[in-house]
């Protein structure tokens, strides 16, 4: 804690700091992804295999950039952010802590895992796909545009490889940056509620990020503030998880698995079924499965939903640790947002 410095001044200077920290990982990852910029040397884009190497050595890169980098921003920035964090274990050792899988704990892990799978992702999908009928063909349109999708157009057998390797892939790599990094991280500079919304509203600009797609004339704007606010609440919920098991196997793994039930809506889209078979076939099994998870464990859930309420009571309250004031809890919450929105900005120009 800074003595002596006014409120508005510790909550403004611990969101520069930390905000050097970002820009310093952002650069770091850049200068690494370039290397896979290099694939379509080596593999034709056009070929199928060219998809899974392509995010699968984005998501390698991007991790090993986390932790090369967290390293450098440590020596970078140590003299002047002792003032602001006291640290017992390195960040690049807190941030590697966050993949440790034990055989006492996979069981929870993965528990938790198939959890927020049927409980979080699941209905919210299931939930859009009926309020916006037209999500299917939008996504096809979106997906099937990009090279690095063309497995989207192939045989199911090759589809299903390409499939498995690319969302884990996509989730290791999503995951370990928003929540990884940002959230946890970020709660290492800031109070978690704080990391939690800065991370989750750069998550949800991302998934807004498609009014910049070359389709966009074909995309409506609703459907862009759908899929920001679905990614803005998920992102609330996997970053509160995050910072409270301290693990990132299972946002990883429901992440993944949501996005392989999703990319099989899509391909059966792209092959000319229709959503109400696959509904019926898929969906309405998943959502049962959902529901006895939700009553079985009702005890867990009302838990951690309680919890959640605390945090966020918290977080819209006057932080009296630093004597803040309604007008200075204002400027926090404003200061969140905005940094969220900076942090994307700077990620979407230079990632």
Known sequence: MVRGKSPLSQIFRKRIYFLSEVLIIIFGIYFLLLIVELLPIIIDP???FFGPFYYMFRAIFLVLGIMIFLYVANF????????I?????????????????????????LMYGVLILFLVFIPLDFLTYILFPQTLDLYSMI????????????????????????????????????RG???????????SMSA?????????????????????RFIPLEFLFIWFIQAFIIGIILSLFVLRKRWIFPVIFSHAFNNIITVHSIWNNVQGNEFTPLAIHVY???????????????SRIKESFS???????????NDKTIKETTTDKITRIMLDFLFGLIIFAIAILIL
Do not use: C, M
């Not at 964090?85 to 892990?109: A, G, M």
């Not at 999708?149 to 499939?163: D, H, R």
């Not at 309405?284 to 009702?298: E, G, N």
């Not at 919890?307 to 309250?317: D, T």
């Open 46 to 48: 056009s070929s199928i």
């Open 76 to 83: 970078a920035l140590q003299s002047k952010r002792k003032l």
């Open 85 to 109: 964090i006291e640290e017992n274990i390195s960040s690049t050792k807190n941030f590697l802590k966050l993949f440790s899988i034990s055989k006492s704990n996979f069981k929870y892990q």
């Open 143 to 178: 997906f099937t545009f990009s090279a690095s999708n063309s497995y989207l157009l192939a045989p199911y057998f090759t589809f299903l490889i390409s499939v498995l390797i690319i969302q884990f892939s996509v989730a290791l790599h999503e995951e370990s940056y928003a």
């Open 181 to 191: 990094f940002l959230t946890n991280r970020g709660s290492d500079y800031l109070p």
């Open 196 to 216: 939690v919304i800065i991370s989750s509203f750069y998550w949800g600009l991302g998934h807004f990020a498609y009014i910049l797609h070359p389709l966009r």
């Open 284 to 298: 309405i099994p998943l959502l049962l499965v959902s529901l006895v998870l939700f009553i079985w464990q009702f």
């Open 307 to 317: 919890n959640g309420i605390k945090e966020f009571k918290k977080y819209f309250s």
